[in-house]
């Protein structure tokens, strides 16, 4: 089998898997609960036979002609940096999805996590940004923007993945958990990115090895996460912890934050002086109209 058939087979692989992923999410209602998981699966679906067939005429397999193959190829490069853009806007959406509803136990620490995810996504896109080289002109500066931005993307989420290694037994998170699933999927990937992706930059042709490599990492992950979908999934356990404990305290501080609290008015003491000599001036008053009264008797 030839290099150029055998990845055409991965690449239907990948969409037949992708497709397949999307029903199985669609029909258990994973859609509702993780959103834009869902409509990153839609757009994959769609996007992945499109762009293998801009692939084909752009290699010249549908039609021989040179002006053919040019028109493939600039629109397989608008095409691609599109989706590649959108996922990435996609990929912080789920990091966000897979963070709330890990931290459900704890709303407080889910409230000042969640700000504290935004301005960590808002720092890196600044320095993303400002990193670009932008060694390109023209339509090509788009690739040396994306490409950074997919990255950062990428480092969130292995720090998403990370977290939720290190706190799965405080937040009651089982690995059969589909949150867990999502991002050990993307982990995977983000992985492959950083490793695999790195190596075959080296690389032009889209059939060396290391490319095959990287559609295998791709085809896993998509494979782990039907199994997550296709498994039931257990009941969350509910996080009952100590008053008296860490977690709890945090959660209650967090909680308060960005709360004004009740306003109370609080009364000024009035003047002793004052008072006194209003007393004085009353009991003037009240002896004087007694002893009127007495006189008038």
């Known amino acids: 089998m030839s290099t150029d058939n055998a990845m055409t087979m991965m ?16 029909k258990k209602g994973l859609s509702r609960r993780f959103r834009a998981m869902g409509t990153y699966l839609a757009m994959r679906v769609v996007a992945n036979p499109v762009l293998s067939l801009l692939l084909l005429g752009r290699s010249g397999r549908l039609v021989h002609t040179r002006e053919f193959q040019i028109d493939c190829a600039q629109a397989y490069f608008f095409v691609f940096f599109a989706v590649y853009i959108a996922s990435a806007i996609l990929l912080y959406f789920i990091c966000m999805e897979v963070f709330r509803n890990a931290l459900t136990a704890m709303p407080g620490l889910q409230k000042l996590g969640v700000v504290i995810f935004r301005w960590a996504v808002l720092v890196s896109l600044i320095v993303t940004v400002s990193s670009v080289s932008f060694a390109h002109r023209g339509v090509l500066i788009i690739s040396d923007i994306s490409i950074p931005l997919m990255r950062s993307v990428s480092l969130l989420e292995l720090c998403l993945l990370g977290f939720l290694c290190l706190s799965m037994n405080a937040l009651r998170l089982s690995v059969r958990d589909m949150a867990f699933g999502i991002a050990l999927g993307f982990g995977v990937m983000a992985s492959n990115d950083f490793v695999t992706g790195t190596l075959i930059s080296r690389y032009t042709s889209l059939t060396a090895p290391l490319q095959f490599v990287y559609q295998a990492i791709i085809l896993l992950s998509l494979a782990t996460w039907v199994i997550y979908c296709a498994l039931p999934e257990p009941a969350r356990k509910p996080v009952v912890v100590p ?20 306003q109370v008015a609080v009364q000024q003491p009035a003047n002793s002086f004052f008072l006194t000599d209003v007393e004085n001036v009353v009991e003037k008053v009240l002896s004087r109209n007694l002893k009127r009264r007495e006189s008038e008797s």
């Open 11 to 26: 690449s239907a692989a990948e969409f037949l898997l992708s497709a397949a992923l999307a029903f199985m999410f669609w």
């Open 243 to 262: 008053v008296n404990s860490t977690i709890y305290r945090w959660n209650e501080i967090a909680s308060a934050l960005g709360h004004t609290g009740t």
